[in-house]
């Protein structure tokens, strides 16, 4: 028997991410990039479907790539019902809660992806999701949140923060469920994860209002004012929404969501710019240090990653205010093609047991 072929999908908000492997070996990879013209037409997520799939499709034709010759794709997963973490092949009862899922993420489209080009393949090719950003390993007392009806959720970067923390774990001679992490995930979106011996004991709700502020997204806000804004007759509750995710944070106080720009506008003077910057640092700094209070100061590391962890000079900011918790470790970018990868090659090669959706 050959070396399994696996192809990794990844859905971001401008761009679908694609890797082939040939066993442990990357023989493909390509980042296809969504122009706004390109999306423009689309109302919603499941919109986006057809058209995404149409060009990773192209994309692998253009490469040489048979689909046919597939025997796994593994889709990043999306907004499900909570879930343990581990490797789930797609079924219809998956399908079905991402026509209606928790929240509208670009990752939604994951699963759907693996599951219809997998079909497409024939021969038994298997379609694969892991560690979703559903995944919920929260203590009972990380749910509450003083209001009955508004139980806190468990929405984390959990691919990634995963992947990080595992490999965290592997070059420091030890295993990933024998230490305690704090990972800060910082990208469009940001969470923040206490990782107590392998789980994911608490996070921020990167997406619906909670944590820091981010390039896009609002972070936690004022729940009073918040309401009397609801309330105001000036917003659709669609406007308001947008101002919690998609318009928020950077983007709402400086017209841009790119930190890189923010940064040299703090250097060159821009007052306003540096005050959100000090603000975006502070506030990520501050949630690691809460993180700290659930590991109970009992910290082996604090590791930065996601795009924004290309910038050391955020890193360095970030660095002043919790170094004196535990060291800090730089994993710029996130390795979630190859963790998605590997994840359904394990399961194919019986070294992990795959979970069934139900």
Do not use: W
């Not at 442990?24 to 689309?42: G, M, N, V, Y």
């Not at 959990?158 to 774990?169: H, T």
């Amino acid at each position: 028997m050959g070396n399994k072929m696996i192809l990794a999908i990844n859905p971001r908000l401008t761009s679908t991410k694609i890797a082939v492997y040939e066993g442990k070996k990357l023989i493909f990879q390509k980042r296809i990039t969504h122009s706004d013209e390109e999306l423009a037409p689309f109302s919603g997520v499941n919109d986006q479907y057809e058209f995404r799939k149409s060009v990773v499709l192209k994309t692998l034709t253009d490469a040489h790539i048979d689909i046919k010759e597939l025997d796994a794709v593994v889709g990043r997963g999306g907004l499900l019902k909570p879930l343990e973490s581990g490797v789930y092949r797609i079924n219809d009862k998956m399908m079905r809660d991402f026509e209606k899922p928790m929240g509208e993420h670009i990752s939604n489209l994951g699963a759907k992806l693996a599951k219809e080009i997998a079909s497409d393949a024939g021969k038994n090719t298997a379609a694969f999701t892991t560690d979703p950003e559903c995944v919920d390993e929260f203590d009972d007392v990380a749910r509450i949140s003083g209001v009955p009806e508004l139980p806190r959720m468990s929405l984390v970067h959990a691919l990634n923060q995963k992947a990080v923390a595992r490999r965290f774990a592997h070059e420091h001679g030890t295993a990933y469920e024998e230490v305690n992490i704090i990972v800060a995930h910082m990208g469009r979106g940001i969470t923040v994860g206490a990782h107590r011996k392998g789980r994911i004991v608490d996070t921020n709700n990167g997406l619906n209002g909670d944590g820091p502020i981010t390039p896009v997204r609002s972070g936690a806000v004022p729940g009073g004012q918040l309401v009397e804004l609801c309330f105001s007759g000036e917003f659709t509750k669609e406007e308001v929404l947008k101002k919690l995710n998609g318009n928020g944070g950077l983007m709402a106080y400086l017209g841009t969501a790119d930190v890189s720009e923010v940064v040299s506008k703090s250097k060159n003077g821009d007052e306003k710019a540096r005050l959100i910057l000090d603000a975006l640092v502070y506030q990520i700094a501050k949630e690691i240090g809460a993180m700290g209070t659930v590991l109970k100061g009992e910290v082996d590391g604090i590791l930065l990653t996601g795009g924004i962890a290309y910038n050391q000079e955020v890193n360095n900011m970030i660095i002043e205010r919790v170094q004196h918790i535990a060291p800090v470790f730089i994993f710029a970018g996130e390795d979630e093609m190859h963790t998605l990868a590997m994840n359904g090659l394990m399961v194919l090669e019986g070294e992990m047991e795959e979970k069934v959706y139900s």
